[in-house]
């Protein structure tokens, strides 16, 4: 079945330290992939987009995302987490003949002290 | 530049009723999508409005509607109200365009609670 995985409800690491959120996908042609992230109440915020060309992604906040065709996967990545980090974070595909972007069920990071 | 905005904020209904939600597009976008966020899901798509005509639906019933007007603004509409409606409700606006260039910004959600 097409779909978007993200295996990890929710995440935990210390400030400082590094993360990364995984993500999956499952269709037939290599999608457009997205990270979001959203904080309580609040809207979605692109983090960074892969449509083509080098396969590791720079977005803001010092997030990175490697797309790997082999594994279907677009994981999100940083160094170095800091408190204002907690939210929610999505991973997305969107496609070149549809409207629609298709999203994963979200990963909650917490950061502790 | 104004984002994309929402009204309202918060909303309270009960079953059976009927409620519309509002959009406004950030500036230079024509292009307008809903999604509905259940709470601790990801967002689903409801459909797509451009030009005034809705040009792709998600699996929702007919009971969800919308309208865009003249101006690229936006309407969602759901009749007799389900408790399962309650929902954040997410509007993005895009400008013409084919991917990359049609990127989807989102707004902050109006929070439907039906009781």
């Known amino acids: 079945a097409q779909s978007v995985t993200q295996p990890d409800i929710h995440i935990t690491v210390s400030e400082g330290a590094s993360l990364e959120l995984r993500c999956n996908y499952s269709?037939?042609?290599?999608?457009?992939l997205f990270w979001y992230v959203q904080s309580p109440g609040q809207g979605l915020q692109l983090l960074l987009k892969?449509?083509?060309?080098?396969?590791l992604v720079q977005g803001i906040k010092g997030f990175e995302a490697e797309f790997k065709r082999s594994q279907s996967s677009f994981n999100l990545r940083k160094p170095s987490v800091h408190w204002s980090d907690a939210a929610e974070y999505f991973c997305a595909v969107g496609f070149y003949n549809n409207n629609d972007m298709r999203f994963g069920a979200g990963t909650r990071l917490t950061v502790k002290p | 530049d104004a984002g994309v905005t929402q009204s309202p904020t918060h909303l309270i209904k009960t079953r059976g009723q009927q409620v519309t939600l509002r959009c406004s597009p950030k500036?230079?976008?024509?292009?307008v999508s809903w999604y509905q966020q259940a709470l601790g899901q990801g967002p689903q798509f409801i459909f797509q409005?451009?030009?005034?005509?809705?040009?792709q639906r998600g699996n929702f019933p007919d009971r969800f509607s919308g309208h865009q007007f003249p101006n690229y603004s936006s309407e969602l509409n759901v009749n007799a109200l389900l408790l399962g409606d309650s929902a954040l409700y997410l509007c993005a606006s895009s400008q013409p365009g084919l991917p990359p260039y049609n990127e989807q910004f989102f707004g902050p959600g109006t929070r439907l609670t039906v009781l």
């Open positions: 269709y037939g042609a290599t999608p457009y």
């Open positions: 500036s230079g976008h024509d292009t």
């Open positions: 409005y451009y030009e005034e005509e809705e040009r």
């Open positions: 892969y449509f083509s060309g080098d396969t």
